[in-house]
Every structure is written in structure tokens, then in C-alpha cells.
């Protein structure tokens, strides 16, 4: 009998059909992967089983016993815990506080020394050192989700759902992880593991569920899938090529100049320190690290969106250290930003409307302060096909469309100018195979017409693929640049995690 | 000159003590999210309806209860819309202001005509604590004065206790923070910020029938002047903390003590000046307070589950 059985699970919201007659068995001691790419209904499943939303229709066997989970309270209770892809801390609280938060056996005045004696026994166990006094605003990202599993076996869970766990992590992070991975089922306990990186299901999963479009494509054991291609070809629904292809770098004249470039943040502490690189075109420059190391501080400076404290940067050896980001963008820069809802585009504005926001006041598309509809019309419409941009209407609000297709159009209305420089940030985050696929062989095709490109990007192999240099970051700092046929997995996590030999 | 400290002692205690008593409600509906702006009004609907209910019952403590529990009914709606329908706080608040500053001019002509006759009433006396009232110069100013004044400064301890140790303490200033975490985790969000705002609503009419029946003995139009505003300036000055509130509430009761005193005085300087001292003060202190600050990460910001 299956540890866990999730029986014909149907959910809708509204008119959007998420998970369509799901069903789902996991073996008790197993760690079970979810894979499929995203908006294929992998998170609204689990969702369901950890109580934020309630199915359809469907039923869930918990050991054998049907069960209705209603709310987290109840799927806590039944020994279900969950790690969020975005972690549920709370920053200004301490750890303990943090473990303890809502829990059922809370006396009204909080017995926070028996909480953190329980909780540092427990961490000791899984050979983890965190201070239950700290505040969590000051872990690094790698304790803060240690962190969250361990508030999940505090409430004794039995089932642990991990979420995404590795985006945020360096790869000796992920070995750390899959080490306390490999001792929870040890024990007995079950894991859940969601996740659309092939190469770390292969690891560490004993069994495999295939999402796709709310429905299950196929449920494998590990041992049975024989590489990466066939389980991308079922989690697609087509061969895919998993490599770009590409031709080497003719590496041209100097584009772009960083010298000791140096910023502060908010706080006034360094974010950048002494920064200094260059870039030529028709290359591709990687640039790698953890998140938060410095890397959109960088680019956000080089367009003029942060305060550069010391050194300077020069466009085809004009200096515009502190040019406004108008003044940047002449100099044929375009920019891919890292959060596209927050910097890439306007969610309430027309696609069209989004696609001029950098030529809107310029010949052809107005004309004495007036805008010509009529030009900016056919336009977009070229734009959107010649991007592949699947949109009803170019009238269709942006915060409309899919992720891939929102990039998309990004994407287009950016190399549409023929930048000298391109920067792309993250430029297929929260996209599935086949966008990225796409976003990345026309980042190549730039290349190859001769653009710059800077590529920042917290995926490896992304970097490894793409880039001809890869420049790696660490507390604001160059770790190092190293070019592409030289650089192993290994050595680039060693850098990222400011280790220098 | 001794005399002259221990009254103007006393006296900001007593100008301090609304205030104090408003900022004390607001530090747990602020930690838990909520910006009650509409404490304004608030007070001025509980220092009205304190004088009614005085007058009718003959007894300043029904007084209090009365305009705790109109007060709280405000706050209920207030909350209504802004937890339940998740309107913009500043707008839903200031809706109240407004909203009391009529209601209460027109339900004090209806109870009280527009003769310029003041009915008396039941109001807080003082009660002066034995021995300790007897202490050279702090003790008449500290240990002579209502009972209201006591409670409000024995709140802050208090307060501090149920915010830092306690159970709901915790809740509240998780959901303030990061109230998705919290659902996460089997808290019910909206239960914990509506129970939070009663509370401010409780203190707020508190406050304001200490301002109309423990300074004065009675209700004039518009009286609360910006207690309210100033209770919220206290919150923040004071790093939402309730120790922190009350000795900005305190900073501001002298300014307004401080002001009684020079008019007093007879300095030549015109009154209009001297009244705006606390005001100014107030000002002032905000536009120092620009450190680090225990302000919530979802200050204002309403929560649901999508």
C-alpha cells in the first residue's frame, strides 16, 4: 500500500483547468520527483496536498485512510511539511521564533529555552549549526532553508515537500542538501521533490512523476530512464535538443570597459568592490555566482539605474560612468532586465503599448507630440511575429500573457534596436524548455551578428553553454574570469563560493 | 522653581496621557499591519461619547465603557473594509476622520443644544497613592493624578510583555512581517489583524474620554486637536515599540505642557505661536527619526490567500 495516494485530483480556477485528473502514489522512504516544466500544474498539486487550496474534485489517501485537508493547520496535523520555493520565514524574527510560530502547543506566555534546547538537539542531528537566537534576515539563503526543514520536522512532519529546493543554491549547497535528502528517507521519511532540472532527479530521485499541461504523462522509477533526453522528450512532449548549438567566438573591437568599478547599497555598505572587466564584440561574457552577490548590481549600474561610488565604465571608450539610463540606451544598449514584471514591462499596459516604451517619442511613431497609432500598429505586429510572441491581440494587456510569451516580447523589442551591447539578465528564469531554448539561440544569433553580450545568470549550465567567458562574483567581488573551455562545474562552484586556491 | 517642576511634571504627564494611551493601541495594530489612521476620529467620537454617557448614567466609568464600545464598533467597520474587503487604509481612515468630525458636532448640538451652559458631569478624579504621593517633587506630579493615567503607564510594561513573550505577541508581529508565512504555518491572518485593530479601536476611545472627562469635564467641538495624529507620529518615533511610544509620548505632552506654561507666562510672544509648539515638535521628531526601524515589512498592505 502507497504512503501517500492522491486519487483523480481535479482544480480549476475559474475557467483555467491547472490539474486535470491527477493521480499520484508515493512509496513511504522514497524521494518522489515532480517534474515538468512550469504552469504544468506541479505546484497547484502540491498546493492542494499542504492545504492553501482545496481541489475540485479528487480524493487523497494518507497511509491508506482517506483524508480532507481544508487548511495547513490540518495537513501539518497529518505530519504533511512544505518548503517553499520562496522561503516562508519571517526576516525580523528570530530562528526560534520562526520554528515555534503557530504551532498548536504554544502556552500563552512562550517558552522560548525549552523550544531552542529541542530545536539545536534536532539540528545536531542533521549536522546543521544554527544559532536558534539569530535573526533570519542575517542567514545566508542555503541556512535559510535548512532552516525551513527543520520547521517542518519540528512539527514532526513525516512527508516533506521540497519546492524547487536548488534555485537558490551553490553546488556544494546541493550536495549538503541532497546529503540530508539521502538521511530523512534514511529514516523513513518520504520526500517529495519538485523540480525541472533533469540532472538533479536523475541524482537523487528513486521514482519520477511526469506533468504536463495539468495531466500525468508517465510515473518511472530512476533505474529504468536510461538519460536527460527522454525525460525532457515526455516533460515537452517532443524531442528537444538539449544544447544550443553554436560556432566560436570572433571576438571583435571593445564594447564595453569596467574599471574598479565600486557601489554601495542602501545601508552603505559595498556591494561592488573594484570591479573591472572588459567585453568585445561578438562575445558572449558569463556572469556567475549565487544571487546577491553583486551581479544585478552591476548591470544596473552599467545602465544607470544605480549610483556608481568609485572607478568608471566606458561604451566603445566613451566614458558614461554617470550618464542617466536615457543617455546609456543611445549608445545602442539594450537591456534584458532580471525581473520582468518589475522593470521589463508595464502588466496593465497594452503589448503594444509596452513594445514602443523606449522609441515612443521618436520619429516614426509620433509626430509633434502625437502618437500615429496606425505605424505603431504595424509595428507590433511585425515585432510580435517575427518574436514568435503568441498574443490574441496586440491590444491584449502585457500582465496578460503567458511568462515565455511576456520574455518574449521583451526580448524582441530589445534586439529590435540592433544593440552593440546586449545585457541579459536571468533571460530564461520561471521559463519552460521550449521558450528558453528559443530566447537562448537568438541571444547566440546576436552574437554571431556581432553584438556584446553580457549574460548574467544563476544557472550553470546555461552559463556553460552559451557563454564564450564566464566571470564569476562573490560578496561584490571578481572571483575570477574563465573561459568557457576551461571551466568545470566543479571549479565555478568553488569560485562562487569565494573559495580561492 | 520646585513647585514650578512638579506641576509642569504633572501637567505632561496628564497632556502625555491620551497620547500615550492611543499609541499603545496603535503599536499592536501597527506591528500586526494595520495603519489606523481614522484614530483621529476615533477619539473624538470616544471623548463624546463619554460625556454621554456620564451625563446619563451619572458615572464616569460608564462614561469610558460607553465610548470604548461605540469606538470599537468604528473600528469594526474599519476593519471590515480594510482586512475583509482590503480598501486602502489612508483612504478608509481618513473617511472615518471626516466622517467623525461631523457626526460628533452634530450629535453634541442634538444631546446638548448650543447653549454655551456646561452641564457637570462624573469625570476621573485624582487619587493620590499614599506614602509615594508624598515624595519630594516627583510625587505629587507622578503619584496624584487619575485613575486612567496610572493604567496608561502601567499598559506599557504590559504591552511590551504580550508583544515580546507571549504566544499572540509573536502572531502579531509575524503577520505584520510576512503574513503569507504565517498561513503557511496554520495562523489565521485575518483573525489575528481584526482582533488588533479592536484593540486600537478599545484604546482609541480610551483616550479619548480621558482627553474630554480626565483633563477636562467636558466635550467642545474638534477637541481632540490631533491627538490622534500625534499618537501615530508617537508609534513611529517611538520604533513601534511601546516603551519607545510612551516616551515620545511624553516628548510631545511636554511640548503641549510647555505650551500652557509660556502663555501662562506672559512671554509677548503671540498664543497662536505657543499653541503650535506641539505641533511643531512633533514635526521635528519624525523627520529625525530616519534610522533603522522596527516599521513591518507588510505595513499597510493588504493580505489575501491568491
Given at each position: 500500500m502507497a504512503f501517500?495516494?492522491?486519487?483523480?485530483?481535479?482544480?480549476?480556477?475559474?475557467?483555467?483547468?491547472?490539474?486535470?485528473?491527477?493521480?499520484?502514489?508515493?512509496?513511504?522512504?522514497?524521494?518522489?520527483?515532480?517534474?515538468?516544466?512550469?504552469?504544468?500544474?506541479?505546484?497547484?498539486?502540491?498546493?492542494?496536498?499542504?492545504?492553501?487550496?482545496?481541489?475540485?474534485?479528487?480524493?487523497?489517501?494518507?497511509?491508506?485512510?482517506?483524508?480532507?485537508?481544508?487548511?495547513?493547520?490540518?495537513?501539518?496535523?497529518?505530519?504533511?511539511?512544505?518548503?517553499?520555493?520562496?522561503?516562508?520565514?519571517?526576516?525580523?524574527?528570530?530562528?526560534?521564533?520562526?520554528?515555534?510560530?503557530?504551532?498548536?502547543?504554544?502556552?500563552?506566555?512562550?517558552?522560548?529555552?525549552?523550544?531552542?534546547?529541542?530545536?539545536?538537539?534536532?539540528a545536531e542531528k542533521y549536522n546543521m549549526e544554527i544559532d536558534p537566537w539569530a535573526r533570519v534576515e542575517n542567514l545566508s539563503v542555503g541556512q535559510q532553508q535548512r532552516l525551513e526543514i527543520l520547521k517542518a520536522l519540528f512539527r514532526n512532519a513525516e512527508l516533506l515537500i521540497l519546492d524547487e529546493p536548488t534555485a537558490v543554491l551553490t553546488p556544494q549547497e546541493v550536495v549538503g542538501l541532497f546529503q540530508m535528502v539521502r538521511k530523512l528517507t534514511s529514516e523513513g521519511k518520504t520526500v517529495i521533490f519538485i523540480s525541472h532540472k533533469l540532472a538533479e532527479i536523475m541524482e537523487i530521485c528513486d521514482r519520477c512523476t511526469i506533468l504536463r499541461q495539468g495531466k500525468v504523462v508517465d510515473t518511472l522509477a530512476m533505474k529504468d530512464v536510461k538519460n536527460k533526453e527522454e525525460l525532457a522528450s515526455l516533460m515537452v512532449g517532443k524531442n528537444v535538443e538539449l544544447i544550443t548549438a553554436k560556432k566560436e567566438a570572433e571576438a571583435g573591437e571593445e564594447i564595453l570597459r569596467v574599471e574598479k568599478l565600486c557601489a554601495l547599497n542602501e545601508e552603505?555598505?559595498?556591494?561592488?568592490?573594484?570591479?573591472?572587466?572588459?567585453?568585445?564584440?561578438?562575445?558572449?561574457?558569463?556572469?556567475?555566482?549565487?544571487?546577491?552577490?553583486g551581479q544585478s548590481e552591476l548591470v544596473k549600474c552599467i545602465t544607470g539605474l544605480h549610483k556608481i561610488n568609485g572607478g568608471m565604465y566606458f561604451i566603445k571608450s566613451i566614458d558614461c560612468t554617470h550618464d542617466s539610463p536615457k543617455d546609456i540606451l543611445k549608445h545602442k544598449v539594450a537591456h534584458i532586465p532580471e525581473d520582468r514584471h518589475r522593470m521589463g514591462m508595464i502588466k496593465n499596459m497594452s503589448v503594444e503599448e509596452n513594445l514602443i516604451l523606449m522609441c515612443y517619442d521618436h520619429e516614426p511613431f509620433s509626430q509633434k507630440g502625437l502618437l500615429r497609432w496606425k505605424c505603431i500598429d504595424d509595428h507590433c505586429e511585425i515585432l510580435c511575429k517575427t518574436y514568435n510572441v503568441k498574443t490574441p491581440s496586440i491590444k491584449e494587456m502585457a500582465g496578460n500573457l503567458s511568462g515565455g510569451n511576456q520574455q518574449k516580447f521583451v526580448v524582441g523589442r530589445e534586439l529590435d534596436r540592433e544593440p552593440d551591447l546586449l545585457i541579459a539578465v536571468h533571460p530564461s528564469r520561471g521559463l519552460d524548455i521550449g521558450a528558453t531554448k528559443y530566447i537562448q539561440s537568438r541571444i547566440v544569433e546576436e552574437r554571431d551578428k556581432g553584438t556584446a553580450v553580457l549574460l548574467v545568470s544563476t544557472e550553470l549550465d546555461e552559463l556553460l553553454e552559451l557563454s564564450d567567458r564566464i566571470l564569476v562574483m562573490y560578496g561584490g567581488r571578481v572571483m575570477g574570469i574563465v573561459d568557457q573551455k576551461e571551466a568545470t562545474r566543479e571549479y565555478l562552484g568553488k569560485l562562487m563560493a569565494g573559495i580561492v586556491e | 522653581m520646585i513647585d514650578g517642576i512638579t506641576s509642569f511634571l504633572a501637567s505632561d504627564i496628564r497632556t502625555a496621557t491620551p497620547i500615550l494611551i492611543a499609541a499603545?493601541?496603535?503599536?499592536?495594530?501597527?506591528?500586526?499591519?494595520?495603519?489606523?489612521i481614522g484614530t483621529e476620529?476615533?477619539?473624538?467620537i470616544g471623548a463624546l461619547m463619554g460625556v454621554i454617557g456620564s451625563l446619563y448614567s451619572g458615572s464616569v466609568l460608564v462614561g469610558a465603557i460607553t465610548a470604548i464600545l461605540v469606538t470599537m464598533f468604528?473600528?469594526?467597520?474599519?476593519?471590515?473594509?480594510?482586512?475583509?474587503?482590503?480598501?486602502?487604509?489612508?483612504?478608509?481612515?481618513?473617511?472615518?476622520?471626516?466622517?467623525?468630525?461631523?457626526?460628533?458636532?452634530?450629535?453634541?448640538?442634538?444631546?446638548?443644544?448650543?447653549?454655551?451652559?456646561?452641564?457637570?458631569?462624573?469625570?476621573?478624579?485624582?487619587?493620590?497613592?499614599?506614602?509615594?504621593?508624598?515624595?519630594?517633587?516627583?510625587?505629587?506630579?507622578?503619584?496624584?493624578?487619575?485613575?486612567?493615567?496610572?493604567?496608561?503607564?502601567?499598559?506599557?510594561?504590559?504591552?511590551?510583555?504580550?508583544?515580546?513573550?507571549?504566544?499572540i505577541g509573536l502572531k502579531l508581529r509575524a503577520v505584520g512581517e510576512h503574513p503569507k508565512a504565517c498561513d503557511t504555518v496554520g495562523i489565521n491572518v485575518l483573525k489575528i489583524r481584526y482582533q488588533a485593530v479592536l484593540?486600537?479601536?478599545?484604546?482609541?476611545?480610551?483616550?479619548?474620554?480621558?482627553?474630554?472627562?480626565?483633563?477636562?469635564?467636558?466635550?467642545?467641538?474638534?477637541?481632540?486637536?490631533?491627538?490622534?495624529?500625534?499618537?501615530?507620529?508617537?508609534?513611529?518615533?517611538?520604533?513601534?515599540?511601546?516603551?519607545?511610544?510612551?516616551l515620545a509620548a511624553l516628548v510631545f505632552g511636554a511640548g503641549e505642557a510647555l505650551q500652557y506654561r509660556l502663555q501662562a507666562a506672559n512671554t509677548g510672544i503671540p498664543y497662536q505661536f505657543l499653541v503650535m509648539l506641539p505641533y511643531l515638535i512633533t514635526v521635528i521628531a519624525i523627520c529625525m527619526m530616519t534610522r533603522r526601524s522596527n516599521k513591518p515589512a507588510a505595513s499597510a498592505v493588504p493580505y489575501s490567500k491568491e
Open positions: 501517500l495516494e492522491m486519487k483523480h485530483i481535479n482544480k480549476r480556477f475559474k475557467s483555467v483547468v491547472a490539474n486535470d485528473d491527477v493521480s499520484l502514489s508515493v512509496e513511504k522512504g522514497e524521494v518522489h520527483a515532480l517534474l515538468g516544466e512550469n504552469g504544468a500544474g506541479k505546484s497547484t498539486l502540491m498546493n492542494i496536498l499542504y492545504g492553501m487550496y482545496e481541489q475540485s474534485e479528487g480524493e487523497i489517501y494518507l497511509e491508506g485512510k482517506r483524508v480532507h485537508i481544508k487548511d495547513t493547520k490540518q495537513a501539518i496535523e497529518l505530519g504533511i511539511g512544505m518548503v517553499h520555493q520562496h522561503f516562508m520565514l519571517v526576516p525580523a524574527l528570530t530562528v526560534i521564533e520562526n520554528v515555534i510560530l503557530g504551532l498548536k502547543e504554544n502556552k500563552l506566555v512562550l517558552d522560548l529555552n525549552t523550544a531552542a534546547e529541542r530545536f539545536k538537539e534536532m552603505k555598505h559595498p556591494v561592488l568592490t573594484d570591479v573591472t572587466f572588459s567585453l568585445h564584440a561578438g562575445e558572449i561574457l558569463g556572469i556567475c555566482g549565487v544571487d546577491g552577490n | 499603545l493601541g496603535l503599536v499592536f495594530s501597527e506591528r500586526a499591519g494595520i495603519v489606523n476620529g476615533l477619539m473624538l468604528f473600528s469594526l467597520v474599519f476593519a471590515f473594509f480594510t482586512i475583509t474587503v482590503r480598501a486602502d487604509q489612508t483612504v478608509v481612515g481618513t473617511a472615518i476622520n471626516i466622517f467623525a468630525s461631523g457626526l460628533t458636532i452634530t450629535l453634541n448640538r442634538v444631546v446638548f443644544g448650543v447653549s454655551t451652559s456646561v452641564p457637570t458631569i462624573d469625570v476621573f478624579d485624582r487619587v493620590a497613592i499614599p506614602v509615594l504621593s508624598k515624595i519630594p517633587v516627583i510625587g505629587e506630579a507622578f503619584f496624584n493624578q487619575s485613575i486612567p493615567v496610572y493604567l496608561a503607564f502601567l499598559a506599557v510594561p504590559a504591552g511590551w510583555f504580550v508583544l515580546q513573550k507571549t504566544n484593540f486600537s479601536g478599545l484604546m482609541a476611545g480610551m483616550a479619548g474620554a480621558f482627553v474630554s472627562m480626565g483633563q477636562l469635564s467636558f466635550f467642545t467641538e474638534g477637541m481632540v486637536a490631533g491627538r490622534g495624529f500625534m499618537a501615530l507620529a508617537a508609534v513611529v518615533f517611538g520604533n513601534y515599540t511601546p516603551v519607545g511610544a510612551m
